[in-house]
Structure formats: structure tokens, C-alpha cells
């Protein structure tokens, strides 16, 4: 990796300098920021959040030897940490059961494990300390000590260089292709740094990099007409409609009452409407990260994260001191959706946000007698106490060389059953309820947009009215249509915004990013641009080996743990598609007898999708020794064109 120092009164260096651009050169300033450092890199990861974490960790042990993170703030680990979502969200097929539809794996795994660890280290040995709705739990600044050890190795070989507080400024462009970032300080008096990379990968909040480089992107709903999709509405009005952000908070329980004052916006009417029904158990359990009463192994006092409807903060409307204030950065700014907004724009919504939160933390503690002794945590560092970043549900989407559509990720038959459409080109593999917070701001008095509101749902944009089959991702929905040099990661993806709705949880975008390190990885190593199929079985490889840590699943069984010894196998073989699965065959079921009914059908889908195949003379035993057997055949083979022009056409079982 290249790092240069730059001295802007050198009039040599600008002499000297090789690269153009229509951009500042190194020695001009860039604003009011002088360019103090520019960096040249094979692969540019843009955000500090989980996707990128895992993006640069993925590039990075699939060989790529010169990384740069760029980072908005200093916390690490997105979801986990800087938006405070300490209750982890992930794969889920019906309800809260303690089960996962599809075992944990890849960098998930690994910081899930960590994680655990940590809490073990920390609660008495007691892995899963909030005896909560979700499985697992964490405080954030333990869940941001997992990320930053995450890269600690990477750093310390200087495979990967790490750069904090710096926001993107301007995009680099030549011609169609993404070439480098700008970034400038997020301290005023800070100064400025250019990143030159082959390959970038947007892993932002808001997709700063797909914005800048000029690639084509949607925000809103998607109307009807657009993609044909089932729950989809009739128009795409209004434009500004989004899953909402929500500022979550964090509170830790003391021995004496610990006393918020009245905020100046406070009245009761905010938190008496829709989520009245929200009382003191529900508030204080739900997403409870440490149970330091229900466990004899733990001396610890009760940790909440306070994460529910009441501070869902809707994006389609603001109130009134809101679009005062937008309307004087920019005439007509508060008609924006949030992901157009510049970067001062969305302070000012963010503000609000913060706000909003404290109000319903006082609501609390005047309501209910336990929450007088919560007080809010001290490990975010800010004036507030609140996290750094807002949880953010939904990002601009992507105009990808594929968009993924409610009708494609539906069950076949049944919601436990694959998706209707399973992707030739599979890199990760996820399924989640369709699952919209309410989006739709409603005034609840008189005084109306100078009032306080609720947060209301707009038609079938919900909660709770189902979800996917068990779905494949594909590698076309992290592509941009027409932009080279770039891949989509965290939520910056190529799908509808119902799609969006159930993919966006803390594994599925460690997933998405790490499925793009792979790819640019591939595309590095063969110097080539991302996109190209025959890329795949490389990618697929590099994101089953277990060199490093636990293998991803991208072909969503539900049975086979990522470290099964023939766990890669398996999904070799069901990404080839020539296990003859059926759409409710979501179970592999290595060790059951390979009956010769089940043989004949395998066998039938080898020679379908065109390899060559020797049967053994011996029959095997089970379907673990079919899959080793079979899988020394395929290895070697290439995948056959068909594979990605002849679609997996599930029929209808009995």
C-alpha cells in the first residue's frame, strides 16, 4: 500500500503528479481543508459499519494485500454498535422461538461467537445474558471491541489501513468507472484525504459513493407498476415514505432514582396514541441486553436497549421547527427524501431524532416506577449519552444489474419452503418477515405540524403480515447497472423496497458485505471488473473456505452447521444444483441412508445440468459419502453456460 504524505506549497509535487482528475489536485485545498494525506489502494471500503467491517476482513483473507477503510466516525461495527442495536437481530423464520432458519455462519458467526465470549468473560459465564425476545446480546461498546479486533490483525500486518471521521466529499471518476474518494474531516479544522483505489465498495449509511459516482439509484416506495409486486401500492406517493430511523437508547440501572428534567417539547400525547398499549414490562424486557436479576451467575445491574415504535421517528412528513429549519439550509429541502439530503440536512433531522428519544425517555420514567432507576449508559462518549448514528432500516437502493422483487422472495408453496426464484449467481442466503415500523407521521392535537405526533403505518407497509422463503442473494443485485469500478454493500443494494424490508438485519449485512470483499477479491486477483459469472466458482470458495473462520452459507440448508467437516461440500453441490432438490427440501440430511431413490434423482440432476460423472461401482452408504464422492468429479469443472440461463423451476408437491 501507498500512503503519501502531501506538502501543497511543493510546486513539484504538482509538477511531478501523474494522475488527472476534475477534482482539487493534491495541491490545492479542498474547501476550506488542505489535502494532508493521499493514499493509492487495490480495494477502498467506504464505512465503518458492519458491512464494511466484514468487507475489508473477507478482501483481506481472500489475499487482497492493499485495503483502505474509510470510516464517518471512530465506532466500528454499524448496527452493533454506533446505532446501539444491541439485541441482535438475524435470520428468522416464524416468530421469537430461539431458533434461526438457517445456523449462523461466516463473519457473523465469528463475531457471534466473540461476542459471546465477551459476555461469558463479563456475566459469570453466562453467554446470553438478556433473557430477552432475541438470542443473543451485547452491549455495543463490547460488540465494537469485537469489531476493531476483528481488524486488529489486518492492521497490524498493514494489509489494511484505517482511516476515522472523514466523510465523503467528492467521487473520482474517469469516464464510467470509480477510480477514488475525497474525503474531507468531519472536524472543520481538520484536513482532507484522497483514497486512489482499482475497486470501492460503498458500505456508507446513505450510499455517499452510488450518489457521487453518478450511479443511478431509488429511495421511497415502489408503486405497482414498478416491479408487479403483490403488497405493493398503487402509487409511489408519497416520495419521502421510508422504513423510519430510529435514535435508540441505552440504560443501565442504578441504586437510586436517576432523573431526566422535563424536556422543553414534552407532552404525553406523543407516547399515548398507537403504542400506547407499550407498558413497563413490555418497554423493560423486550430488548433487554443484561438480566442481571434473572441469572445467580450474574452481579451485574440490568442493561435495556430501549428500541420500540414509540421513538420510531417517520420520515415522510417533519414538524414544523423541522422545516423551518431545512427550508433555511435549502428552499424545498424538507420535501426530500432523507437519502437525498445533504449531509447538514440530515443533522438537522437527526436533531429532532435525538430529541424525540429523550421525550419518551422522560415518559418513561414519569409512567413507570422501575425506570426511574435506569439512568442512560456513558459509553457512547456523546453530550447525550445517546449512540453516535440513528438505527438506520432502509438506504438508498441500488439500480443494479438485477432488482430483487417481493414475488421472487416469496416461499414456493410455503413461507418454509425456498424462495420462488433461487439466483444462479447466489452469494449469501437470508430470510426475514417482510417488515416495515411505521412509516407515516400523524399529528395527534390541534396544534398539528406544531404538535407532537405519532408514528403510524401507511397501508401495507407493517409489520407482522409475513415474510420470505429461505432466499439466495444475488451477485447482479451488488452492481451497479452501468457504473465500473463500484459494489454495493449494507443497504446500499439492488432491491425493491419491500425486499429492503427484510433484509437489513445485523447478519444480512454482515453478509452483504463480506459477499462483496469476496467479489472484489475475485475481480482483483483476476484484474478484471466485477460482475463476470465466471467469477463465481472462485467466489463461492473463498467464501466456503474455513481457513479463517467459520465458512458462509450461500445456499440456505437448514440443517448442516458451517463447521461440519463437509459443510463447503454440500454447498458446492446445491449452488451446482445437482442435488435434485425439491422446494421443500431445505434439509440435506448428510448422514441419512443414500436410498436409491434419492441416488437416481441426483445422478439425473448431474447429467441434467451438464457434467460428466462417473457412478462408483460401490454403492455409497449415506448422502455425506454421494456428496464427497461426487463433489472430487465436479470440482474441476467449470459451471456450465446453462447454469445461468435456465432457471431453477420449482413444481408444485403433493
Given amino acids: 500500500m501507498i500512503v503519501r504524505s502531501v506538502i501543497c506549497f511543493a510546486a513539484l509535487l504538482c509538477a511531478l503528479s501523474s494522475a488527472s482528475y476534475h477534482t482539487a489536485t493534491a495541491c490545492q485545498p479542498i474547501g476550506n481543508q488542505q489535502l494532508a494525506e493521499e493514499i493509492t489502494a487495490d480495494l477502498l471500503v467506504v464505512g465503518g459499519t458492519e458491512s464494511g467491517c466484514a468487507a475489508a476482513v473477507q478482501a483481506a483473507r481472500m489475499g487482497v494485500e492493499k485495503i483502505v477503510l474509510v470510516n464517518d466516525i471512530d465506532w466500528l461495527g454499524g448496527q452493533f454498535s454506533a446505532e446501539a442495536l444491541g439485541a441482535i437481530d438475524e435470520n428468522r423464520g416464524h416468530g421469537y422461538n430461539g431458533t434461526v432458519p438457517i445456523p449462523r455462519s461466516g463473519i457473523f458467526r465469528d463475531v457471534i461467537d466473540a461476542i459471546e465470549t465477551k459476555n461469558a468473560q463479563l456475566y459469570g459465564g453466562v453467554k446470553r445474558p438478556g433473557n430477552t425476545r432475541v438470542i443473543t446480546t451485547s452491549r455495543p461498546v463490547v460488540s465494537e471491541q469485537v469489531f476493531r479486533e476483528l481488524l486488529a490483525p489486518f492492521e497490524q500486518a498493514g494489509q489494511l489501513i484505517r482511516r476515522s471521521n472523514y466523510y465523503v466529499d467528492t467521487v473520482l471518476t474517469e469516464g464510467d468507472r470509480v477510480v477514488g474518494v475525497q474525503f474531507k474531516s468531519t472536524d472543520a479544522a481538520g484536513e482532507a484525504i484522497v483514497v486512489r483505489a482499482k475497486l470501492t465498495i460503498d458500505a456508507s449509511d446513505w450510499g455517499d459513493v452510488i450518489k457521487g459516482a453518478g450511479a443511478r439509484w431509488d429511495a421511497g416506495m415502489d408503486a405497482q407498476g414498478e416491479f408487479n409486486e403483490p403488497s405493493a401500492p398503487a402509487s409511489g406517493n408519497p416520495a419521502t415514505d421510508l422504513n423510519p430511523i430510529t435514535w435508540c437508547m441505552i440504560l443501565e440501572q442504578q441504586k437510586q432514582p436517576n432523573l431526566l428534567a422535563k424536556p422543553d417539547s414534552y407532552d404525553p400525547a406523543f407516547f399515548t396514541g398507537n403504542w400506547g398499549w407499550i407498558k413497563e414490562e413490555f418497554a423493560y424486557t423486550t430488548r433487554r441486553l443484561v438480566d442481571g436479576q434473572g441469572f445467580k451467575q450474574i452481579d451485574h445491574p440490568d442493561v435495556l436497549l430501549i428500541n420500540n415504535p414509540n421513538i420510531d421517528y417517520p420520515l415522510d412528513t417533519y414538524p414544523k421547527s423541522v422545516v423551518d429549519a431545512l427550508e433555511v439550509i435549502e428552499p424545498g429541502a424538507s420535501k426530500k427524501n432523507l437519502v437525498a439530503m445533504t449531509r447538514q440536512q440530515r443533522e438537522v433531522v437527526f436533531a429532532d431524532a435525538r430529541q424525540h428519544t429523550l421525550r419518551y425517555y422522560y ?25 453516535p448514528k440513528p ?48 412509516t407515516h407521521r400523524s399529528w395527534t392535537t390541534s396544534k398539528g405540524e406544531s404538535g407532537p405526533w405519532q408514528a403510524s403505518f401507511r397501508g401495507k407497509r407493517k409489520f407482522g403480515r409475513g415474510g420470505t422463503g429461505r432466499a439466495v442473494f444475488p451477485l447482479r443485485s451488488l452492481l451497479p447497472e452501468s457504473v465500473q469500478g463500484l459494489i454495493g454493500a449494507q443497504k446500499n443494494l439492488g432491491y425493491s423496497s419491500i425486499v429492503s424490508s427484510s433484509c437489513r438485519l445485523h447478519d444480512q449485512s454482515i453478509h452483504a ?61 446445491a449452488l451446482r444444483r445437482v442435488l435434485g432438490l425439491r422446494a421443500s427440501d431445505t434439509k440435506f440430511e448428510p448422514d441419512l441412508p443414500a436410498d436409491e431413490d434419492w441416488v437416481s434423482r441426483v445422478i439425473a440432476s448431474v447429467k441434467r445440468r451438464g457434467y460428466q460423472y462417473s457412478q462408483p461401482s460401490k454403492p455409497p452408504a449415506t448422502r455425506r459419502q454421494l456428496a464427497k464422492i461426487l463433489w472430487e468429479e465436479l470440482k474441476d469443472q467449470p459451471v456450465p453456460d446453462s447454469h445461468f440461463s435456465e432457471p431453477l423451476a420449482w413444481e408444485p408437491e403433493s
Fill in 513 to 573: 458485505g463480506q459477499a462483496a470483499g469476496a467479489v472484489a477479491a475475485v475481480s482483483l486477483k483476476l484484474g478484471q471488473q466485477p460482475g463476470t459469472t465466471a467469477h463465481l466458482p472462485a467466489i463461492w470458495s473463498g467464501l466456503l473456505s474455513s481457513a479463517h473462520g467459520a465458512p458462509m452459507a450461500i445456499w440456505p440448508f437448514v440443517d448442516v452447521d458451517p463447521f461440519d467437516p463437509d459443510f463447503a461440500v454440500f454447498q458446492q453441490l
Fill in 363 to 387: 415518559h418513561l420514567q414519569q409512567n413507570f416506577p422501575k425506570f426511574q432507576y435506569l439512568a442512560r449508559s456513558d459509553e457512547f462518549g456523546t453530550p447525550d449519552r445517546l449512540p
Fill in 391 to 438: 438505527y438506520v432500516r432502509e438506504s438508498l437502493r441500488l439500480v443494479a444489474k438485477h432488482i430483487i422483487k417481493e414475488q421472487e422472495v416469496l416461499g414456493f408453496g410455503a413461507r418454509s419452503n425456498y424462495s420462488t426464484v433461487m439466483f444462479p449467481d447466489a452469494v449469501f442466503c437470508w430470510q426475514f418477515e417482510l417488515d416495515f415500523h411505521p
